[in-house]
């Protein structure tokens, strides 16, 4: 397992590198390379064959959607590419029951989410719904990204836990 800090710091990494935390250009500061099709109850994977490293996104996905998922394979292609030889297939971004799922959603949190930010609107009073629709970004990745926040020394209440089913139910569009 690797720990709040870590993630945190490698994300800052790749931030810093690429100036932009467009994961679009990450990736391709990376030389990840990405493949586009229409894949039933996919919204990404990530796989590394032959030294290559692909990830394969549903063309459907918004933008928004687009980077959440990215970062989070991108985060697999950080911390996991010795378990993708087989590819790493999610149906669920956000299933916290498998430790690495959650290494890349936080990983995921903290590309797309900056520690300023969240708490700047904090301070100001914004409660989690309100934060997440600001930042463009999905609840549930706000949630994580606090939960690591707290791991990290912040004292937040986070007044909830990040719906394991989250992306179940959620069609690519």
């Known amino acids: 397992m690797i720990d709040s800090f870590g993630i945190y710091r490698k994300a800052e990494q790749l931030v810093q590198k690429s100036a932009t935390n467009n994961v679009l250009q990450i990736a391709s500061d990376l030389g990840v390379k990405l493949y586009y099709g229409n894949y039933d109850n996919l919204l990404g994977m990530y796989t590394c064959k032959w030294k290559h490293r692909m990830i394969f996104l549903n063309n459907n996905l918004e933008d928004h959607m687009l980077q959440m998922v990215l970062a989070h394979e991108i985060g697999h292609d950080i ?37 300023e930010e969240v708490l700047n609107f904090v301070r100001d009073g914004y409660d989690v719904a309100q934060i997440a629709s600001t930042l463009n970004s999905n609840i549930n990745l706000l949630l994580i990204k606090m939960q690591e926040m707290n791991k990290m020394g912040f004292d937040f209440n986070v007044p909830y836990r990040p719906c394991i089913n989250f992306f179940r139910d959620v069609s690519a569009k």
Do not use: W
């Open 79 to 115: 911390f996991h590419k010795d378990l993708a030889s087989e590819g790493l297939k999610e149906f669920a971004l956000f299933n916290l029951k498998n430790i690495t799922e959650y290494e890349a959603n936080a990983f995921a949190a903290h590309i797309l989410l900056k520690n």
